[in-house]
């Protein structure tokens, strides 16, 4: 099933979340062994690869933002009440804020620092404001604190996941896995 159902998340939604889990986990070692890595050819690369997967996620993001819009979302399992079920909407809707903040604080980052570079070394990215070194200093804050809500929030986000299957033994973790398409109501 392509489309999300009232039952369960559909094969595109399910793709994006966990495409999008594995590069974002990659993406916080990238940027922490990029930024300790001595001055060489090799930071260079490791950056390279860090703002260009960055910015592919910055497309992701868009495009998972649009697909929940225009498709339905699986209902809550009755078991979960209407705090926990708001409190979730909270949690995801930071995530997504994370998901935006993240790649577009490291581009003010590279813009402010007048640092060109080519996506995945081939086309050169512009620029989005001029070089300017005290803009640079505070959006190299944000990106690093937003670094850190991020990988709290997704402790969080993977602890509850991890609740609602082993304590609350219901449906929630199984109807995002891969491999589920016939979900079960608990
Ligand atoms: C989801 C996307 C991203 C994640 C999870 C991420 C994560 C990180 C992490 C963990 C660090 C090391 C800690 C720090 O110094 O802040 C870092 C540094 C950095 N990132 Fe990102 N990043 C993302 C997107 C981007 C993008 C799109 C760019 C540029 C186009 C970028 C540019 C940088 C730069 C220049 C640094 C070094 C900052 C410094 O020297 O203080 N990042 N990033
Ligand atoms: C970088 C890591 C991750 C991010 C950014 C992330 C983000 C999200 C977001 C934004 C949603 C809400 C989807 C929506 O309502 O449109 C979601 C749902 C979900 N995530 Fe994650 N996720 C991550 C990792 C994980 C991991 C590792 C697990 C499993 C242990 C997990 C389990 C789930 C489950 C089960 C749902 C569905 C919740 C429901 O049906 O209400 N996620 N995730």
Sequence with gaps: MIFNTEQSWGAVAKALHWIMAILILTMFVLGWVAVTYPLSPTKLDLFIWHKSIGLSLLGLVCVRVIWRMVNTTPTPPAVV????????????????LLMILMPLSGYVINSTAGFGFRFFGWVRVPNLIPANKAWQDIAETVHFVLFIVFVAVIVIHIAAALRHHFVRNNNVLTRMLPSSSIPHEK
């Design 81 to 96: 009440s209407p705090l926990e079920h708001t409190l979730a909407r909270l949690g995801h809707a930071t995530l997504y």
